[in-house]
């Protein structure tokens, strides 16, 4: 399988180049960074494209492979509800106009420890009165909350939801900056700190117990099975599949 990556030049797009080198099966054939046209003409015949660039560039960079008739692998944070749609109705587009079976992968964390903390994050939560998340990572990173610490968090809201569990008791009438932001109502706090690559920690309560669920990515290459898996999967999924866990069948 051919494999193109965009955001090649950073910090993950680097280690997956490297990763899909080292891969038999897998051939690099592009390397795009800032600046390089997302075209047919730049992806070297790629079949997949793995995107790990920046928030704000990443939903054209799909769209782009999309018209390119390449299948998407996509790390990037900065997804919203709306950006997604637009994804799915351009892949309706594109299946109508002849082009069907295009796949694309977002998954905002391909860290298979990651993957786990929030699937069991998702499980436990109807059982408890309160609900936080901390997410913890270099200081490099420009966007806050992580993807991890939002999907993790609307999954907590969705199971909560769907038990009918209360929302999180919470006294607070003064200092509201001081908890947090609040995402699907569940209270999600940022750490940026030298020395961390990227980190989460999902905390319940109940009275007179704690629940915590931590995982650890201490190393980039940490990331790369569950992108190299998105890779070999993705051309078999058309459509938009969001999330690692649909893939390892966790969800
Ligand atoms: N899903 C995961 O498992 C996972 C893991 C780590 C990081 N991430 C996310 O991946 C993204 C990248 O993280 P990073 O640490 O590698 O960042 P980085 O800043 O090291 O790399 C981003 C790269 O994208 C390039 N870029 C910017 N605009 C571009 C464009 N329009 N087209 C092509 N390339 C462009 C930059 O020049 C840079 O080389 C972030 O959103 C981060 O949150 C996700
Ligand atoms: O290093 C980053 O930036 C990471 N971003 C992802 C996120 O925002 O969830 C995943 C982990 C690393």
Redesign the pocket.
Known sequence: MRVAV????????ATVCAAVEGAADLELVAR???G?E?AAATLGGADVAVD????S?TE??VHALIDAGVHAVV????WTEESRGRVVAHLGRAAAAGAPGLGVLI?????LSAVLAMTFAAKAARYFESAEVIELHHP????AP??TARHTAAAIAAARADAGVAPSPDATETGWEARGADVDGVRVHAVRLRGLV?HEEILFGNAGEQLVIRQDSFD?VS?MP?VLLGVREVVGRPGLTVGLENVLDLA
Do not use: E, I, Y
């Not at 965009?6 to 797009?13: E, N, P, S, V």
């Not at 790390?75 to 900065?78: D, E, Q, R, S």
């Not at 998954?107 to 860290?111: E, I, L, S």
């Not at 490099?140 to 966007?143: E, F, G, P, R």
């Open positions: 965009l955001g090649a030049a950073g910090r993950m797009g795009l960074d800032a390089d997302v790990f660039t920046v928030p560039a054209a960079n790390g990037t944070t900065g998954a905002p964390n391909f860290g490099d990173k420009v966007d992580s993807g990227a980039r990331f569950g």
